[in-house]
């Protein structure tokens, strides 16, 4: 069946570093791809998506492509700040059609220092 | 509405005895999921409806599980005979047909 894999956490940096968060996933047909953020003691809430292949997401100074040759779907920014210490959760659903539950990758946490 | 609501947002009970959870989509969507988040098994999907149809169910993990929608808008999840492996966090979520899931702020359960 359709799965996400994605780096096991936790991931610490220093404020202001690169972010890099893996994500690979396997899927048949033509997925969606999602990364979904859970602040401390917060819901999950959409960070980014891609519906089509070579799709770029971007929001808040994150990225991510979606990558059909690689099967890929890695979380990106170019200086992280404390206030983005959080969960991070890749995604995908099968497609457009509705009721299409999203399955999920097991979460990375990052963990930002000042 | 502002937001996917759901309620309680603790419940705290005993091995044995039921419990009800509580979710409000946002206004309009008329699809809507519920998910468990555990540390053991992460996130997973328990059931869809659209409007006040459950056309997938299959992630209730046992027929203590089931739930309901009304109206085409609040869904109940109730779980009976309450077991400790039922701890976890249950989200739900909602979605216009098709389209991004909203997730609510989830309610904790805690079966002692």
Same mark, same amino acid.
């Given at each position: 069946? /359709?799965?996400?894999?994605?780096?096991?956490?936790?991931?610490?940096?220093?404020?202001?570093?690169?972010?890099?968060?893996?994500?690979?996933?396997?899927?048949?047909?033509?997925?969606?791809?999602?990364?979904?953020?859970?602040?401390?003691?917060?819901?999950?809430?959409?960070?980014?998506?891609?519906?089509?292949? /070579? /799709?770029?997401?971007?929001?808040?100074?994150?990225?991510?492509?979606?990558?059909?040759?690689?099967?890929?779907?890695?979380?990106?920014?170019?200086?992280?700040?404390?206030? /983005?210490?959080?969960?991070?959760?890749?995604?995908?659903?099968?497609?457009?059609?509705?009721?299409?539950?999203?399955?999920?990758?097991?979460?990375?946490?990052?963990?930002?220092?000042? | 509405?502002?937001?996917?609501?759901?309620?309680?947002?603790?419940?705290?009970?005993?091995?044995?005895? #039921?419990?009800?959870?509580?979710? #409000?989509?946002?206004?309009?969507?008329?699809?809507?999921?519920?998910?468990?988040? !555990?540390?053991?098994?992460?996130?997973? &999907?328990?059931?869809?409806?659209?409007?006040?149809?459950?056309? +997938?169910?299959?992630?209730?993990? !046992? #027929? =203590? &599980? !089931?739930?309901?929608?009304?109206?085409?808008?609040?869904?109940?999840?109730?779980?009976?005979?309450?077991?400790?492996? +039922?701890?976890?966090?249950?989200?739900?979520? !909602?979605?216009?047909?098709? #389209?991004?899931?909203? &997730?609510?702020?989830?309610? =904790?359960?805690?079966?002692?």
């Amino acid at each position: 069946g /359709d799965s996400v894999t994605q780096m096991e956490g936790p991931v610490t940096l220093s404020e202001e570093a690169f972010l890099t968060i893996n994500c690979t996933y396997t899927a048949t047909g033509y997925p969606s791809l999602f990364w979904y953020v859970q602040y401390p003691g917060e819901g999950l809430q959409l960070l980014l998506k891609a519906t089509k292949a /070579d /799709d770029k997401g971007s929001n808040k100074g994150f990225e991510a492509t979606y990558r059909k040759e690689t099967t890929s779907f890695h979380l990106e920014k170019g200086s992280v700040q404390v206030s /983005d210490s959080a969960v991070y959760f890749c995604a995908l659903s099968g497609g457009n059609q509705a009721g299409t539950a999203l399955i999920f990758g097991k979460g990375t946490t990052l963990s930002v220092s000042s | 509405g502002a937001g996917v609501s759901q309620s309680p947002s603790n419940k705290v009970t005993e091995k044995g005895k #039921d419990v009800e959870l509580r979710c #409000d989509p946002i206004s309009g969507h008329t699809a809507l999921y519920w998910y468990r988040q !555990s540390l053991g098994q992460g996130l997973e &999907f328990l059931i869809y409806f659209q409007g006040n149809s459950a056309p +997938d169910k299959s992630g209730l993990p !046992s #027929d =203590r &599980f !089931s739930a309901e929608r009304t109206g085409g808008s609040v869904s109940t999840l109730t779980i009976q005979r309450t077991q400790q492996e +039922d701890s976890a966090v249950y989200l739900c979520a !909602s979605s216009r047909r098709g #389209d991004t899931q909203y &997730f609510g702020p989830g309610t =904790r359960l805690t079966v002692l």
